[in-house]
């Protein structure tokens, strides 16, 4: 085989490694958006009792979390560490 017969062959195969990846990425992206459109429609995701879907937009998430619960968050954090060093030190 000549130099350019191989480059000719290597071409070959890589476009065509290239275009299988290609196809088999955009069917999977089809197959999932297909799915994905399937289970939305059979099974819808439940709305909260007493609301509308009208006034979705209207319910807000919960608030952050206080300053209190950092600190005994921080606390308990603090008495686990402590509590591994001594642990460690024997």
Same mark, same amino acid.
């Given at each position: 085989?000549?130099?350019?017969?191989?480059?000719?062959?290597? @071409?070959?195969?890589?476009?065509?490694?290239?275009?299988?990846?290609?196809?088999?990425?955009?069917?999977?992206?089809?197959?999932? @958006?297909?799915? +994905?459109?399937?289970?939305?429609?059979?099974?819808?995701?439940?709305?909260? +009792?007493?609301?509308?879907? +009208?006034?979705?937009?209207?319910?807000?998430?919960?608030?952050?979390? +206080?300053?209190?619960?950092?600190?005994?968050?921080?606390?308990?954090?603090?008495?686990?560490?402590?509590?591994?060093?001594?642990?460690?030190?024997?």
């Amino acid at each position: 085989m000549t130099p350019s017969d191989l480059i000719t062959e290597g @071409s070959s195969l890589m476009l065509f490694g290239m275009g299988f990846v290609f196809l088999f990425l955009s069917l999977l992206v089809l197959v999932t @958006s297909l799915m +994905s459109k399937i289970i939305t429609r059979f099974f819808p995701e439940p709305s909260p +009792s007493g609301v509308s879907g +009208s006034n979705r937009a209207a319910i807000r998430p919960h608030s952050p979390v +206080s300053s209190t619960d950092q600190t005994e968050l921080v606390a308990a954090i603090s008495a686990a560490i402590r509590l591994h060093r001594t642990k460690n030190r024997k």
